[in-house]
T-cell receptor, first 116, second 109 residues
Framework: DTGVSQNPRHKITKRGQNVTFRCDPI?????LYWYRQTLGQGPEFLTY????????KSRLLSDRFSAERPKGSFSTLEIQRTEQGDSAMYLCASSLGLAGSYNEQFFGPGTRLTVL | TQLLEQSPQFLSIQEGENLTVYCNSS?????LQWYRQEPGEGPVLLVTVVTGGEVKKLKRLTFQFGDARKDSSLHITAAQPGDTGLYLC?????????FGTGTSLTVIP
């Protein structure tokens, strides 16, 4: 049984560079979510997909942030022109997404981004 | 917008003591989850509550959903050092998902 996996686990980049993170959800899960978490805070919802459709993206932090899930399986989160304020843990989660389910999300280990 | 407020934010207790963590909102949720997170890892789901007034027990942990489905509590009996971690409540409304502010628990041996 493989859970949610995220790569890379850590990323250090210089301000102004673009970064891309990958998330592989649990195989039978239809929904995939992205969150950002800063130290001592709860996760902050960014966006989510139902299969390949991005159903909510208004909470993406700026137009520098974008996410894709082209085949309804893995997803990528890209941050363009990174800023020091983007330094955080980026978490991915997945859930069954079936009618009657309760959005019980299973999280990956996260990608820790440090922008110098 | 912080839809879910947790209290206390920090809690440090001795092994064997009991504690309660609260999760409050002015919004109604169709379901609410509790998660536990350790440093450097993703949150791990503990329980889901869906019915107003529902009480669920998971060994020494007791979860309650408020009658109006706006609030929840987590009670831990006889806390152990292994209970140390960040406890998070989470709920969804429509296509929006919210986590609480978190309660950082430290259980001292």
């Amino acid at each position: 049984d493989t859970g949610v996996s995220q790569n890379p686990r850590h990323k250090i980049t210089k301000r102004g560079q673009n970064v891309t993170f990958r998330c592989d959800p649990i195989s039978e899960h239809n929904r995939l979510y992205w969150y950002r978490q800063t130290l001592g805070q709860g996760p902050e919802f960014l966006t989510y997909f139902q299969n390949e459709a991005q159903l909510e993206k208004s909470r993406l932090l700026s137009d520098r942030f974008s996410a894709e899930r082209p085949k309804g399986s893995f997803s990528t989160l890209e941050i363009q022109r990174t800023e020091q304020g983007d330094s955080a843990m980026y978490l991915c989660a997945s859930s069954l997404g079936l009618a009657g389910s309760y959005n019980e999300q299973f999280f990956g280990p996260g990608t820790r981004l440090t922008v110098l | 917008t912080q839809l879910l407020e947790q209290s206390p934010q920090f809690l440090s207790i001795q092994e064997g003591e009991n504690l309660t963590v609260y999760c409050n909102s002015s919004s109604v949720f169709s379901s609410l989850q509790w998660y536990r997170q350790e440093p450097g890892e993703g949150p791990v789901l503990l329980v889901t509550v869906v019915t107003g007034g529902e009480v669920k027990k998971l060994k020494r942990l007791t979860f309650q959903f408020g009658d109006a489905r706006k609030d929840s509590s987590l009670h831990i009996t006889a806390a152990q050092p292994g209970d140390t971690g960040l406890y998070l409540c989470a709920g969804s409304t429509g296509n929006q998902f919210y986590f609480g502010t978190g309660t950082s628990l430290t259980v001292i041996p």
